[in-house]
């Protein structure tokens, strides 16, 4: 595994990180590719800009242009973390005797890298797009954009650890203090308000005009995309809150719902990293699961599809050699490796399969849970809940979905290990028993369970979001572990609630970080919640 180094946070430092990045980010590349920008060309217009977004969208997610560094990245930030809690994927190998983040005994080489590809590959490439933009009026809507990237990535940061050392990033400081995630959020949607404003003014001016197209690998500079994609994003950060601060939750949903460009409503404006402009992306997933053999279907994945009967089965998991559909339950003993991959269901994913950053099915739900909590988000839950299971089935080409919307009956399946018994699991609170079909007669918390768990269902493979939710939510029912090694810091049947700080920055930034746990409320291990976390 990969190790981190110290953060660097002054402007020097933060170049040479760049440039230091291109044996795992493979930026040679960007050096030959003929779409890159040149020494001459970084002297012209706006050009000097366009590398760092290319840069900023890879690190989103963390991808592999070489399999030996990228996929290993986000099987650290991405799959040993979200994707397992959230319940996805269940991990197939036993790291360090079974000694790992999948059974809580944390590993610090692993739960430090989501905290570095944020400051060491996003927010870098963000502070040169904003010291080139410098205060030129004619290039706000490249600043703007940048902006929204930045949010993207590092939301999905500060919903792993936390407080950061966000609003300070770039001072050249050796000690940069942590700012609480309430201050964060805060900040998240004034960024998006004004880039909004920004790139809705440019689109309205420049219409034609996609300034960005060669190096935006997400919509090819569509600014139109863009900022459906901030609401959409808006939303999403909104409902976080929904717990911590129901009424700035509300306002800010309902401001995204009835922007004049509004939210995604259709799979056409879906937002996913694929290859463009002479950028490769190979799929992570394709690789930890296939050549690592380090990943397989989750058992609530199991549990959930078969139980429901539900078409989608087949389009994003693979049958076991037994012609069932079979998943690891996760933190579970393995001691035979090999009993945990060749009779276990492998991902439906290509080493060309795009990688998801957000899609209309998920914002149908948010609106769905938003109307069920009495805001206005333009719909019924009932309607919105339905159009947002048929967006999914559209998406992934599995027909119509006007049976299984009508299905009353069916309930999430039990589940049997088929290598050791002893993880099953037959009954009691962890086995969901929600059905599919909307009844709008049910308790407030029965028709969340229902929204949430098909939102669980439409947001996968992204199970860092997945995890986000559950933790705010409760919802879907995730199975606990059946080993517990964080020697009591985090509890069984309340599952994991965040990453720890990095080891570096005790190491480089011991002030700051003490900052940050201060500012936590608890201390500094998985058990402690998040500041949104305050669903009862």
Known sequence: MTTIHPILRSSFAGVLLLLAAACTKNFRDYNTNPNGATQQMLQDDNLATGVFFSQMEQNVFPTAQQPAFGDEMYQEVQNLAGDVYSGYMGASDNWF?????????????????????????????????????????????????????????????????????????????????????QDIYSSFFDDLDSAIAVLTDYVSRNPNSKPLANYDLIYGGDYVKWIKFANSLKLRLAMRLAYANPSLAQKNAEEAVGNSYGVFTSNADNAFLQSADGVNIHNPLQIICFNFNDIRMGANMESFLNGYKDP??????????????????NGISITNISAYTTPFSTLNVASTSSIPWMSAAEIYFLRAEGAVRGWNMQGTAQSLYETGIQTHFTDLGAGSASAYILDSTSKPAVYVDPAN??????SGATLSTVTIHWKEGDPLETRLERILTQKWLSVYPDGQEAWSEYRRTRYPKV??????????????????????????????????????????????????????????
Do not use: C
């Not at 989608?312 to 079979?326: C, M």
């Not at 018994?421 to 037959?426: D, E, K, R």
């Open 421 to 426: 018994a002893g993880n099953n699991v037959n």
């Open 312 to 329: 989608r089965i087949g389009y994003l998991f693979n049958k076991a050699p037994d012609g069932k559909y079979h998943g690891i339950r």
């Open 479 to 536: 199975f606990p572990v059946v080993v517990n090694n964080s020697g009591g810091l985090i509890n069984t049947a309340t599952q994991i609630r965040r990453l720890p700080f990095p080891q570096s920055e005790y190491q480089s930034n011991s002030a700051g970080v003490q900052s940050g746990v201060s500012q936590l409320g608890g201390p500094d291990n998985g058990g402690t919640k998040l500041w949104w976390d305050k669903k009862p």
């Open 97 to 181: 005797g079974g000694a790992n983040n999948t059974t809580y005994s944390m590993t610090p080489s692993w739960y430090g890298q989501a905290f570095g590809r944020a400051f060491l590959g996003v927010m870098p490439a963000w502070l040169s797009i904003k010291r080139n933009v410098g205060t030129d009026p004619s290039l706000r809507h490249i600043y703007a954009l940048a902006q929204i990237i930045k949010v993207e990535s590092i939301h999905r940061t500060t919903d792993m650890y936390g407080p950061l050392p966000y609003f300070k990033f770039g001072s050249g400081s050796l000690t940069t203090p942590y700012d609480a995630q």
